[in-house]
Structures are given as C-alpha cells and as structure tokens.
C-alpha cells in the first residue's frame, strides 16, 4: 500500500511531537511515527527525578498555554520553577497530555527504511505501507546511540546493561551491581539500585564528582541577574547563550564549536542527588575499566586505581552509565545511498540554519544537532527553538512551492 503526505516525523519523543505541533500550528500536513514518550514510560528509572530544573522541562505550545506548570497546577501536582525536582512520572504524565492534545495521531509503527527516489521519499514502515513525502524529520533521540565500553562488549549480555535499559531496579535486589559513570544517571541509577536492595559500587574514572548547584530561590540583586543571568540550563553568560540564541553557535569555527559541546555541561549529578550518594554508595574514584571477564556466572572487572595499581571487582551484573554518542551511521532504517550524501562532522550531521542536512528535504533535530546549534540541543530546553525553526522552514517552502505551481499553470493556461 502507497500513500503520500508532505512531511514524514520519526520519532515520538519530546523533540518529534513538538516538531509535530508548530507543523500543525503552521497547516502543514504531516505523518508522525513512533510509540509516544516510549524511553520516558518503559526505559527510565521510574522513581526517577529530571535532572533539569521545572522551568526547563516543559514542551513548546505554539500558543504559549499549555505548560509544565499549568498542567501540574490543574493536576494538583507539586511544582516549582527552581528548587523542586520534576519526577519522571510527572513530566511522562504531561507529556502524553501534551501529544494528546497537540499530535494525537501518532502512528505507533516502526520506520524500516527511508529511501530517495528522484525528489521525494519514499517512506517504508513495518506494517508494510510506503508513504512518499517531500521532507522527513529524524527525531528518534537517544535510539540507538548507546555508548558501551568495548572491553564488556565481550561478557555474556545476561551480565551486562547500559543504563538506559532498566525501567524497575527492584530486579537488583540482593545483588552485587557495579554502575561505571559519574554522570546524573550513574550517580542515580547507583542510588536507587542500594534503595532497592542491592550492594552498590560506583567506577568513576576522573578523580572528582561534579554536582550541580543548589538554584538560588531568594532574591537575587540587579548585578547578580546581569553579571549571572539564569537560563533553562544554569546560570551564567556563556549559559544564557547556549539557551538564547542557538543560531548563532553555528557560526562558531568548527573545532570550538564541537569542543563547546564536549565540554559545556558535562558529566554532573544534580544537585538535590548528592546527600543520597555521597556517604551511602561506595565510590573507586580514578579508575579506569582495564577488561572485564565472566567467572562462574559472574562478572570479574579488571581496574586501575590513580596510583596505576591493579585492581579486581566481581560483580553480578554491570550497569554502563556511560552516555550516548550520536552516529547516523547506527540509524537501521536510513538508506546507504542517503548516509553517503550527509555531510557530518565526527558523525554528526552538519545542519542549515533550519535543521536541514546535506540531503535536500532531511532533518535531524535533539542530539544529533548539537555540534551545530550548542549543548541545548542535548536536552528538553532545546525543543521549542527547535519546533519553531524547522516547522517555520518547511512551510515556507511549500507556500512557495504551491505559488510556483500556480503561476506555473496560469502561464500555460
């Protein structure tokens, strides 16, 4: 079965339904696919809390109504701009009552190849259909970008997991866990593992743990404000860049731009997770993985301590923290012939002004447009700019598409 509609959406997390919803806002007519809010339902923590502050975790309104706060209030939910972490449950409930009410016909389908045919797609899902569109979104996030240390690549999967994979830590009860990263989901899933019962190690490789500041709640002088603005992503000059002006950051030299992106906001627990970690969870600071190996069912981790003494843990299982890594190489379902078009940079794809890559017609928003638009892209702050941009872009293109088609046949008539 064949269809066609002008713009083909993959992906149905934060980034995908907001592009969805300026689509719409902007009459443009689109297909969304993907399962809604799947990562935040079924592969988070559930007792998880955002590392981003309330004023950072909403999604983008076209009409500036229906926010994170609003819908607590109604809800009768705890809330609080600074100062009061958003559970996952909360936002996962605000953002399905987001898609909702903004993409409600999100198609619960799984993209198996995308294709260029002459000057259009040709989109194939699962359930068989292909549907032709000029344009196609790829916003599916974090999917398939797990980074895992090479030397477990080699345990026997049963004894070894990234940190993205474990919705219920209750599972861990009773067992001996090793969690590798010191950034907000090691430092988490470590917490909520001992809470649940289990004996917990955390592996950190540099020689410190960073944590977030405490948000200032009180009031805070002229000077303060100016000399520290507060943004979505923290406080500071360089910060309120980042949040206000993305389009700017592409016009930065590459090697400062891709350094910016390592380096801004890295590896950090929040701030209201270090009185449940320090203290409580055992930490190996300094050392670094050397190999790992399965002894009897179990898992033995070779490590080098600071002082580049060897060092054996064994554990049941492994939990890699270690974050993702962006690389369009990994998307299964686009075609080679279009992965050999991208222009990227360290397997990112460098993007227009409006999230188009190399490929006429192909945008790629979240992380994978960081090294173009700044750190922001990394996270739910840089939805809005993000919806804006491309759905702005696109509707521009087909008005004037259209009016060239009219005039087109005003002159053959």
């Avoid at 989109?123 to 292909?130: D, F, K, M």
């Avoid at 930065?252 to 627990?269: M, T």
């Avoid at 190399?358 to 750190?375: I, Q």
């Amino acid at each position: 079965m064949n269809s066609q509609t002008i713009v083909c959406v993959i992906g149905a997390g934060p980034y995908g339904t907001a592009v969805a919803a300026y689509l719409r806002h902007a009459g443009v007519a689109f297909r969304i696919f993907g399962s809604p809010m799947r990562r935040w339902l079924s592969q988070m923590p559930k007792e998880m809390l955002l590392k981003s502050e309330g004023c950072a975790s909403g999604l983008p309104d076209p009409n500036e109504q229906f926010t994170l706060p609003g819908f607590c209030r109604k809800q009768g939910l705890l809330y609080g701009d600074y100062g009061k972490p958003v559970s996952r449950e909360i936002f996962a409930k605000y953002a399905l009552s987001y898609q909702q009410k903004f993409v409600p016909e999100v198609e619960d389908v799984r993209v198996t190849g995308v294709k260029r045919n002459g000057g259009h797609f040709e989109v194939q899902l699962s359930t068989g259909e292909v549907v032709r569109c000029a344009h196609v979104i790829v916003a599916t996030g974090l999917e398939h970008m797990e980074r895992i240390p090479e030397k477990l690549s080699k345990l026997p999967p049963e004894l070894y997991s990234h940190s993205s994979a474990h919705y219920d830590l209750g599972k861990f009860k009773g067992m001996d866990v090793v969690v590798i990263g010191a950034g907000q989901s090691g430092l988490e899933m470590a917490a909520l593992a001992r809470d649940h019962g289990a004996s917990v190690t955390l592996v950190v490789r540099a020689s410190t743990v960073s944590w977030n500041k405490v948000p200032v709640t009180t009031h805070r002088s002229f000077y303060q404000r100016l000399r520290r603005p507060r943004t979505q992503l923290g406080e500071g000059l360089q910060l309120w860049v980042y949040d206000n002006v993305p389009q700017l950051f592409r016009r930065l030299p590459r090697k400062l731009r891709i350094g910016r992106v390592k380096r801004s906001l890295g590896p950090a627990g929040g701030w209201w997770l270090r009185k449940e970690v320090e203290g409580r969870v055992p930490m190996l600071l300094g050392h670094k993985l050397e190999g790992a190996e399965e002894k009897n069912g179990r898992v033995e981790l070779h490590l080098k301590d600071p002082n580049g003494q060897s060092k054996v843990l064994i554990a049941d299982h492994i939990v890699a923290a270690t974050g993702y890594k962006f690389d369009f190489e990994c998307l299964p379902f686009l075609d080679r012939g279009i992965k050999a078009q991208i222009r990227h940079e360290e397997q990112q794809p460098r993007l227009s002004p409006y999230f188009e890559s190399s490929v006429p017609g192909l945008y790629f928003c979240g992380l994978s447009s960081a090294y173009s638009f700044g750190p922001v892209m990394r996270f739910l702050a840089g939805t809005a700019f993000t919806a804006r941009r491309i759905a702005t872009h696109i509707a521009t293109q087909e008005r004037v598409a259209g009016v060239s088609f009219s005039h087109k046949r005003k002159c053959a008539d």
